[in-house]
Nanobody, 119 residues
């Protein structure tokens, strides 16, 4: 079993920055792809950014140049550096981790962290 916990959300004004963190715990043997998703009020959940085990990254067009995803496998952590935040970035941000455990492969989600951008 893998537990995923996000932190770092909050309320900011447009143009400001936030750093989200995610920590995975459990009987993890290997971390595969890790990703951040978000769900805005009244909208479907969407992919924000993903990072592979060799640190290859993919970003949604709406965050390119503003957000950066990083991982620290020793700390079993995932980060999302968000800058130049916009009103449309408001939502609940979820961390997704695909890992190999002692009992097999698992895809785990955190409970989410709220990001609110308002003026």
């Amino acid at each position: 079993q893998v537990e995923v916990v996000e932190s770092g959300g909050g309320s900011v004004q447009p143009g400001e920055s936030l750093k989200l963190s995610c920590v995975a715990s459990g009987t993890i043997v290997y971390l595969h792809e890790m990703a951040w998703y978000r769900q805005a009020p009244g909208k479907q959940c969407e992919l924000v950014a993903t990072i592979t085990s060799d640190s290859g990254t993919i970003y949604a067009d709406f965050v390119k140049g503003r957000f950066a995803i990083q991982r620290d496998d020793v700390a079993r952590s995932l980060y999302l550096y968000m800058s130049y935040l916009q009103l449309d970035d408001t939502g609940v941000y979820y961390c997704n981790v695909r890992a190999t455990t002692k009992t097999g492969e698992i895809n785990s989600w955190g409970q989410g962290t709220q990001v609110t951008v308002s003026s």
